[in-house]
């Protein structure tokens, strides 16, 4: 492969993702995040924002110091503290690199930084010279650059690579851009800026009118070589350009493209499920590539053809996404090594105090269930990562349901402190019941916003996943959890994302403590 043809690829899960309502993740969950990463073969992870939080600055720095392989990137704006918090936090780093970015567009400028256009690129020069004093490999972006004017544009990338940028970054900020101007943006730049040849060009699209993956596909016709994207398209508002699109456009239109990436496409499938689970943001059935639906096919004449050669109605085939059959893999019988090598094989990295909690689970479930799929295993993998202390417990409970009376619940607790707690209440049905119940035992009020099930693998006996989100004080909290009855699936969501709450007041209480999901 030439470096012509080398497409880097830039995730920004963890760092522009994060920034979606309510995907915030604890240190276990973006460690967790980052191996899968590595393993997925990106180029470069954006582990976070070190100066936006401790929990931002302890992320980085954990991510930098234990994941190697990947360049790891940390955000900074054009000031010394942000820049200097981000090098103490990627200093140990195998190979870091500090992203310095500052808006330049006529409406930041005029009302988010009330800056003329001197002071704007005074600040972008000495923001990346201040990052080149650390590191020899500083990104630059000028925030909203979809919407700034051309020449202002040129200027500021001009200047900024003069003081020593060595990728630069063209963000469409708010997803204005469509393809042929974004495009036309990234030929103007080459056309018109000295010294654009010695750095990277990079790309980094949100999705507000759907185009992120478009746009970046077109900037890469005109020579962009980085693509900065984030698992599942998780980001801001819309998101951003989803990485398993990009590359499986590239790769399945290499034709067009003539473009190469490192990345091992059959982690895709298990690298957005890792993704959803931790952060408990579902993704869309018809979602490209990753969907429930996305090799699905219903149609008769498809079917037909299909059967008679799949390339008539597939451009992809799914087991190159890591999309496998649900396979039965371990069963009572099975011992500890087996399972082990397993949980290795599907991707997680779970430390010994973890695998022995995954252990005795497997032992439990397959008491209850005849076959254990791929997928029970990366459940009960997954209920490993969160590593967050165990607030409210559930001890028990039962539920009457049927036509014609009171669905109610009776739940039991074990509160933080120790001591169990009981109650009970009516609802709407039996897992409303047992919600109302929480509620009244924890104390804390909550809205529903939003409840899912689904079966995580096939059979009568398959388990059921639950998944809940719930507002408290304007902000959204998530729990998801997984059993062979649904309706302790959806108490112990709910209670995970009642801890969640609790995590958050703590947290409030004291800044010291690291904020988990919410
Ligand atoms: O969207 C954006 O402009 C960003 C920058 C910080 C690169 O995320
Ligand atoms: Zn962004």
């Given at each position: 492969?030439?470096?012509?043809?080398?497409?880097?690829?830039?995730?920004?899960?963890?760092?522009?993702?994060?920034?979606s309502?309510?995907?915030?993740?604890?240190?276990?969950?973006?460690?967790?995040?980052?191996?899968?990463?590595r393993?997925?073969?990106?180029?470069?992870?954006?582990?976070?924002?070190?100066i936006?939080?401790?929990?931002?600055?302890?992320?980085?720095q954990a991510?930098?110091?234990?994941?190697?392989?990947?360049?790891?990137?940390?955000?900074?704006?054009?000031n010394?503290?942000?820049?200097?918090?981000?090098?103490?936090?990627?200093?140990?780093?195998?190979?870091?690199?500090?992203?310095?970015?500052?808006?330049?567009?006529a409406?930041?400028?005029?009302?988010?930084?009330?800056?003329?256009?001197?002071?704007?690129?005074?600040?972008?020069?000495?923001?990346?010279?201040?990052?080149?004093?650390?590191?020899?490999?500083?990104?630059?972006?000028?925030?909203?650059?979809?919407?700034?004017?051309?020449?202002?544009?040129?200027?500021?990338?001009?200047?900024?690579?003069?003081?020593?940028?060595?990728t630069?970054?063209?963000?469409?900020?708010?997803?204005?851009?469509?393809?042929?101007?974004y495009?036309?943006?990234?030929?103007?730049?080459?056309?018109?800026?000295?010294?654009?040849?010695?750095?990277?060009?990079?790309?980094?699209?949100?999705?507000?009118?759907?185009?992120?993956?478009?746009?970046?596909?077109?900037?890469?016709?005109?020579?962009a070589?980085?693509?900065?994207?984030?698992?599942?398209?998780?980001?801001?508002?819309?998101?951003?350009?989803?990485?398993?699109?990009?590359?499986?456009?590239?790769r399945?239109?290499?034709?067009?493209?003539?473009?190469?990436?490192?990345?091992?496409?059959?982690?895709l499938?298990?690298?957005?499920?890792?993704?959803?689970?931790?952060?408990?943001?579902?993704?869309?059935?018809?979602?490209?590539?990753?969907g429930?639906?996305?090799?699905?096919?219903?149609?008769g004449?498809?079917?037909?053809?299909?059967?008679?050669?799949?390339?008539?109605?597939?451009?992809?085939?799914?087991?190159?996404?890591?999309?496998?059959?649900?396979?039965?893999?371990?069963?009572?019988?099975?011992?500890?090594?087996?399972?082990?090598?397993?949980?290795?094989?599907?991707?997680?990295?779970?430390?010994?105090?973890?695998?022995?909690?995954?252990?005795?689970?497997?032992?439990?479930?397959?008491?209850?269930?005849?076959?254990?799929?791929?997928?029970?295993?990366?459940?009960?993998a997954?209920?490993?990562?969160?590593?967050?202390?165990?607030?409210?417990k559930?001890?028990?409970?039962t539920?009457?349901?049927g036509?014609?009376?009171?669905?109610?619940?009776?739940?039991?607790?074990?509160h933080?402190?120790?001591?169990?707690?009981q109650?009970?209440?009516?609802?709407?049905?039996?897992?409303?019941?047992?919600?109302?119940?929480?509620?009244?035992?924890?104390?804390?009020?909550?809205?529903?916003?939003?409840?899912?099930?689904?079966?995580?693998?096939?059979?009568?006996?398959?388990?059921?996943?639950a998944?809940?989100?719930?507002?408290?004080?304007?902000?959204?909290?998530?729990?998801?959890?997984?059993?062979?009855?649904?309706?302790?699936?959806s108490?112990?969501?709910?209670?995970?994302?009642?801890?969640?709450?609790?995590?958050?007041?703590?947290?409030?209480?004291?800044?010291?403590?690291?904020?988990?999901?919410?």
């Open positions: 492969m030439s470096e012509q043809n080398r497409l880097i690829i830039f995730d920004t899960t963890l760092r522009d993702g994060e920034q309502p309510g995907a915030s993740m604890n240190l276990a969950e973006k460690l967790e995040i980052a191996h899968a990463l393993e997925l073969g990106v180029d470069v992870i954006e582990a976070g924002f070190p936006a939080s401790p929990g931002d600055f302890e992320a980085v991510i930098a110091r234990q994941v190697h392989g990947p360049i790891i990137c940390g955000l900074a704006r054009c010394a503290d942000d820049i200097d918090r981000a090098w103490e936090a990627l200093r140990d780093a195998e190979r870091a690199r500090i992203h310095v970015f500052l808006a330049t567009s409406i930041h400028r005029e009302f988010k930084l009330r800056m003329a256009k001197e002071e704007i690129v005074r600040r972008a020069v000495d923001g990346v010279r201040r990052a080149r004093d650390y590191c020899a490999d500083v990104e630059f972006s000028p925030e909203d650059a979809a919407r700034t004017e051309l020449d202002f544009l040129a200027e500021v990338v001009e200047r900024t690579i003069e003081a020593g940028a060595t630069i970054n063209i963000p469409d900020t708010v997803g204005y851009a469509v393809p042929e101007q495009a036309a943006t990234i030929r103007y730049l080459k056309q018109n800026v000295r010294g654009i040849d010695r750095v990277v060009i990079s790309v980094h699209c949100h999705n507000d009118l759907g185009l992120a993956v478009a746009n970046s596909l077109a900037a890469l016709r005109e020579g070589r980085q693509v900065e994207c984030t698992i599942n398209g998780l980001g801001e508002r819309a998101g951003n350009c989803a990485l398993e699109e990009v590359v499986m456009a590239v399945t239109r290499n034709d067009y493209f003539q473009l190469e990436t490192r990345i091992n496409t059959k982690r499938c298990p690298t957005s499920r890792l993704v959803s689970h931790v952060t408990g943001i579902s993704v869309q059935r018809n979602k490209a590539i990753v429930q639906n996305a090799f699905a096919h219903e149609a004449i498809h079917q037909d053809g299909l059967l008679k050669e799949r390339r008539t109605y597939e451009i992809i085939r799914p087991e190159d996404v890591g999309l496998t059959q649900t396979e039965l893999v371990l069963g009572k019988h099975s011992g500890r090594h087996a399972l082990r090598e397993r949980v290795r094989e599907l991707g997680y990295h779970l430390n010994d105090e973890q695998f022995e909690r995954v252990f005795e689970a497997f032992k439990v479930l397959a008491d209850r269930k005849k076959v254990i799929y791929d997928a029970d295993i990366e459940a009960l997954e209920a490993q990562i969160h590593a967050e202390p165990a607030l409210w559930l001890e028990g409970f539920v009457s349901a036509t014609g009376g009171f669905p109610m619940a009776a739940v039991c607790l074990r933080p402190e120790g001591h169990k707690l109650d009970a209440a009516c609802g709407d049905g039996p897992v409303d019941a047992v919600f109302q119940t929480i509620e009244r035992i924890t104390g804390l009020d909550v809205k529903l916003k939003d409840y899912q099930v689904r079966s995580i693998s096939g059979g009568e006996d398959a388990q059921g996943e998944r809940v989100e719930v507002e408290h004080q304007g902000r959204i909290f998530r729990g998801t959890a997984v059993s062979t009855d649904i309706i302790e699936a108490a112990l969501a709910f209670l995970q994302a009642i801890n969640r709450v609790v995590l958050r007041r703590q947290a409030r209480l004291n800044p010291q403590t690291e904020l988990v999901q919410g």
